[in-house]
């Protein structure tokens, strides 16, 4: 895997600019539900910034405003008749950018008002007939649009029937011969299940080839394990991550089938947007700053515990969190220490919804300790943004996190992390070694209340000595976690995935 990736700058300066498809069911800025869409609407600006012909397509759903993003209709694609189970629904195609004025993607939507037009996202019962519709009317429309494209590049389950079709339905077609996919796991765990039909509706009951079995549930369909089994590569989106979900620990019962393309499973980590995420330019920050003027950085500490109705005092160290509160993100595992948690000389900051027990739990705790700590139970940008730039310490003890952008964006804002070592999390923090002055954060490895307990108790006493904390807040935001190099390594998977898929 390492060996691949690392070629990413080494690539041949005379190959032929790609022409890449980013197929995903949500992306920034049109509609985001998680980081999914910071990738998808991120990466495709990224590739475009290195030479290669880049597009991406979405649904058009209600919350989506034609006249805000400027959307305007495909003349060859008004009309597009697509088939669904044994019938056909008419979609229609409108187009939008991403991106400056240099370097624009296109962005392609598609308009279905029936299974599109609504409020939501995710989360209706005929999910597997919308997604279907989306990915059938993505292949459809590429003759029309007279793109052919190299690539088609697809994220999680919502997409993964497209590497299927490639080598079912559209395999003797010849448009389709040569485009090679690349099928990308955000988050194992959600894997588009639905029972059998759903093969009736996709139109491959008769390729018997793809049936995947669940031990746990053998009479449904994980779409997800089609795009794993088909797809020419599979990537996620940590190398940690990518070694763990080969084990039944972390590989939510699909490790068997994905171990069997383990030679073709690579991990890529994620970048974030180092424009939008700027110290020394985010609005949001009562005082902009950055690793040269980090004395500026404690106007926004005053500020968030302003915003939080904390008292305000420089001193006194402040831990935030933004996370979407269940056990996955370690939420179990704070709940049995935040009692001590607050009687030490320390303010905690936490924003952002999921399971009502942690609801109620969190704003009981703001109740009994309203000098110590604050729930902001919404996701709020501004708020988000002052957590980032005015906090301490940010915390992510999660169970499992591919990935995780959260603690990328702490440290380019001079936060420091305390987190959990798995997937991305280990690919990013680093303990530190005061002695060697290495590292950039505090780190757990165990699942364990006290582990976490316990590296926050390391963070607060290192806290206590400024200059080591200040070399440690200049170290984690000169880091470089931007798309660029992320994208680097995409191009390179792209080229393998060209090289297997003409090897099948």
Not at 173 to 179: A, G, T
Not at 273 to 293: C, I, V
Not at 310 to 336: E, T
Not at 400 to 406: A, H, I, Q, R, V
Request: include cysteine; proline fraction near 6%.
């Amino acid at each position: 895997m390492a060996e691949l990736l690392n070629q990413a700058s080494d690539q041949p300066q005379d190959l032929k600019p790609l022409k890449i498809l980013i197929v995903a069911a949500e992306a920034a800025p049109f509609a985001k539900v998680g980081h999914v869409a910071e990738v998808t609407g991120s990466l495709p600006v990224a590739l475009r910034e290195l030479g290669h012909d880049v597009r991406l397509v979405m649904p058009r759903y209600g919350r989506i405003d034609p006249a805000r993003f400027d959307l305007k209709p495909v003349a060859p694609l008004q009309q597009l008749s697509v088939q669904v189970s044994r019938g056909h629904e008419t979609v229609y195609i409108t187009e939008g950018t991403i991106g400056d004025a240099g370097g624009q993607v296109p962005v392609y939507f598609v308009n279905n008002d029936k299974y599109f037009n609504r409020d939501g996202i995710y989360s209706y019962p005929d999910d597997d007939e919308r997604f279907i519709l989306f990915c059938r009317s993505v292949l459809e429309m590429l003759p029309a649009l007279e793109w052919q494209p190299d690539i088609i590049h697809c994220h999680e389950w919502h997409t993964a029937i497209i590497p299927n079709w490639l080598k079912s339905i559209y395999l003797d077609q010849p448009f389709y011969k040569n485009i090679a996919s690349v099928y990308t796991i955000h988050n194992l765990a959600f894997q588009g299940i639905f029972g059998y039909r759903v093969l009736e509706i996709a139109g491959i009951g008769e390729y018997s080839f793809v049936y995947p079995q669940r031990e746990d549930q053998p009479n449904v369909v994980s779409l997800m394990s089609l795009g794993i089994e088909s797809a020419d590569v599979i990537s996620t989106v940590s190398p940690t991550y990518a070694q763990e979900i080969l084990t039944p620990q972390y590989g939510e019962r699909l490790d068997k089938i994905l171990r069997e393309r383990q030679a073709d499973l690579y991990g890529i980590l994620n970048g974030i947007d180092t424009t939008h995420f700027d110290p020394a330019t985010d609005r949001f920050l009562a005082a902009n700053f950055n690793e040269t003027s980090l004395d500026k950085r404690v106007e926004n500490k005053l500020d968030l515990q302003r915003e939080a109705g904390l008292p305000r005092n420089p001193g006194v160290p402040v831990i935030g969190m933004i996370s979407r509160l269940a056990n996955q993100k370690g939420f179990d595992l704070l709940a049995q220490i935040i009692e001590p948690l607050m009687q030490l000389d320390v303010q905690f900051v936490l924003m952002g919804t999921g399971d009502h027990l942690y609801h109620d739990l969190f704003r009981q705790v703001a109740q009994r300790y309203p000098d110590k700590a604050a729930y902001f139970m919404t996701f709020n940008t501004p708020i988000a943004q002052k957590i980032y730039g005015g906090s301490d310490l940010f915390l992510m003890p999660s169970r499992f996190e591919p990935c995780g952008l959260g603690q990328m964006i702490a440290m380019r804002y001079g936060s420091i992390p305390v987190v959990r070592q798995t997937g991305g999390l280990a690919d990013t923090v680093k303990d530190l070694d005061p002695a060697h002055n290495t590292g950039n954060g505090f780190t757990f490895q165990e699942y364990d209340s006290m582990l976490l307990y316990g590296a926050i108790v390391r963070a607060l006493e290192t806290y206590k000595y400024p200059e080591v904390w200040h070399n440690l807040m200049a170290r984690d935001m000169m880091a470089d976690y931007s798309w660029r190099a992320s994208a680097a390594q995409y191009v390179a998977l792209y080229h393998r995935a060209q090289a297997v898929h003409r090897q099948n």
